[in-house]
């Protein structure tokens, strides 16, 4: 909005002129979703305590989380609106690559919402049924795949993805199975961080981590220089992903001032699958969904442990009689808990990995 405002101010005052930088937005949208947590934070958690809409906390997990019971949730009201504001007032609105990953941030959010209200206002424990919320998932994926194939964002093959370490080696998907693919990649990516999202700022580190490596590959792509000289693809517009990265990345930040452990108020389902919703979509805009296996590797760690473990457990007891465990508790965040490792050395620890992740995954823009 900023931009469109502004900028055709540039003739009159050259200091207008900086809104046509995309890293000068950029670090304008991190500032404001920063700020934007800070001012809407405080009121929100009030609210939530004050309607008693706390976490319920699982009996069967480790004994440290029952002194949690009743911490405000829905916290994920602070990200969304933390993302969304500094990304309509920051970013070319007229770009589509902003567009989608604003739908697909505000659409995850909404179920998120929906789950979290069932679970925690109406008091039902299973909130939305797992096939429900997976339903809305898909459906918004195949909608997103199915737009991408017939209004392609690029010159590119529409249903092509890049490789990592590979700079000429591009994979095409038959057209009808590409928005399969892309709902795939959406929801793995949202439930991935939400079922991440188990101790106090785990999943919003992570998330931080995840989006600013994304904004950086936003914006080399989205410069035809850049992306010539590190011979990788070059989408004209993408750039614009990079504000909305840098929002991302302020709001998970931002939360963090109040989901750090002891946590005043949890994300719950509306932030989480917001995250996730919005990271995927940034994968598949920037056509590097193999690349979200190495930024988010982390949350691909503890999306694997969980259906391991269920596999595992549901084979062993079809074979013996006897379920079995691979891990002492998944996600793999428990696991550790329960081998002793204190909450905050397991958050710090997966932070480090994260970073690990994120940086293994920059360099596959000279590793080629």
Same mark, same amino acid.
């Given at each position: 909005?900023?931009?469109?405002?502004?900028?055709?101010?540039?003739?009159?005052?050259?200091?207008?002129?900086?809104?046509?930088?995309?890293?000068?937005?950029?670090?304008?949208?991190?500032?404001?979703?920063?700020?934007?947590?800070?001012?809407?934070?405080?009121?929100?958690?009030?609210?939530?305590?004050?309607?008693?809409?706390?976490?319920?906390?699982?009996?069967?997990?480790?004994?440290?989380?029952?002194?949690?019971?009743?911490?405000?949730?829905?916290?994920?009201?602070?990200?969304?609106?933390?993302?969304?504001?500094?990304?309509?007032?920051?970013?070319?609105?007229?770009?589509?690559?902003?567009?989608?990953?604003?739908?697909?941030?505000?659409?995850?959010?909404?179920?998120?919402?929906?789950?979290?209200?069932?679970?925690? @206002?109406?008091?039902?424990?299973?909130?939305?049924?797992?096939?429900?919320?997976?339903?809305?998932?898909?459906?918004?994926?195949?909608?997103?795949?199915?737009?991408?194939?017939?209004?392609?964002?690029?010159?590119?093959?529409?249903?092509?993805?890049?490789?990592?370490?590979?700079?000429?080696?591009?994979?095409?998907?038959?057209?009808?199975?590409?928005?399969?693919?892309?709902?795939?990649?959406?929801?793995?990516?949202?439930?991935?961080?939400?079922?991440?999202? $188990?101790?106090?700022?785990?999943?919003? $580190?992570?998330?931080?981590?995840?989006?600013?490596?994304?904004?950086?590959?936003?914006?080399?792509?989205?410069?035809?220089?850049?992306?010539?000289?590190?011979?990788?693809?070059?989408?004209?517009?993408?750039?614009?992903?990079?504000?909305?990265?840098?929002?991302?990345?302020?709001?998970?930040?931002?939360?963090?001032?109040?989901?750090?452990?002891?946590?005043?108020?949890?994300?719950?389902? +509306?932030?989480?699958?917001?995250?996730?919703?919005?990271?995927?979509?940034?994968?598949?805009?920037?056509?590097?969904?193999?690349?979200?296996?190495?930024?988010?590797?982390?949350?691909?760690?503890?999306?694997?442990?969980?259906?391991?473990?269920?596999?595992?457990?549901?084979?062993?007891?079809?074979? +013996?009689?006897?379920?079995?465990?691979?891990?002492?508790?998944?996600?793999?965040?428990?696991?550790?808990?329960?081998?002793?490792?204190?909450? +905050?050395?397991?958050?710090?620890?997966?932070?480090?990995?994260?970073?690990?992740?994120?940086?293994?995954?920059?360099?596959?823009?000279? @590793?080629?």
């Amino acid at each position: 909005m900023l931009y469109h405002l502004l900028f055709p101010l540039s003739d009159r005052n050259i200091l207008f002129n900086l809104f046509q930088y995309i890293s000068f937005r950029a670090a304008g949208a991190m500032v404001t979703a920063l700020l934007t947590t800070f001012l809407v934070g405080p009121p929100v958690i009030a609210w939530l305590r004050r309607r008693g809409w706390g976490q319920v906390v699982r009996l069967e997990g480790p004994k440290t989380h029952l002194e949690k019971a009743g911490t405000p949730t829905m916290g994920g009201l602070v990200i969304l609106a933390a993302t969304l504001v500094p990304t309509l007032l920051w970013a070319r609105l007229d770009e589509s690559y902003v567009q989608i990953a604003f739908v697909v941030t505000a659409w995850m959010g909404a179920i998120g919402f929906l789950d979290d209200y069932l679970k925690v @206002v109406r008091h039902e424990p299973r909130g939305l049924i797992a096939r429900q919320k997976l339903a809305w998932q898909m459906l918004l994926g195949l909608a997103l795949g199915a737009f991408l194939l017939l209004h392609p964002l690029s010159a590119n093959t529409p249903t092509s993805t890049s490789l990592p370490f590979f700079k000429n080696l591009h994979i095409a998907f038959w057209a009808p199975a590409f928005p399969l693919f892309v709902a795939l990649v959406v929801t793995g990516s949202s439930n991935a961080v939400n079922l991440t999202d $188990g101790l106090d700022g785990l999943a919003a $580190g992570l998330a931080a981590i995840a989006a600013l490596a994304f904004g950086a590959f936003a914006y080399v792509m989205g410069r035809v220089d850049t992306s010539t000289y590190l011979q990788i693809l070059y989408l004209p517009g993408a750039g614009e992903l990079t504000v909305f990265c840098a929002a991302l990345t302020g709001a998970a930040i931002g939360f963090l001032w109040f989901n750090a452990p002891p946590a005043e108020v949890f994300m719950g389902d +509306t932030g989480s699958l917001a995250l996730g919703g919005a990271i995927g979509a940034v994968a598949v805009l920037l056509k590097s969904e193999f690349l979200l296996l190495l930024v988010g590797g982390v949350f691909v760690a503890e999306a694997v442990s969980v259906m391991v473990q269920t596999g595992w457990f549901k084979l062993t007891r079809w074979r +013996t009689g006897t379920g079995r465990r691979v891990f002492r508790m998944a996600p793999l965040h428990h696991h550790f808990e329960k081998l002793g490792w204190p909450e +905050t050395r397991v958050v710090v620890r997966f932070y480090i990995l994260a970073i690990l992740c994120a940086l293994v995954g920059l360099a596959t823009l000279k @590793v080629r």
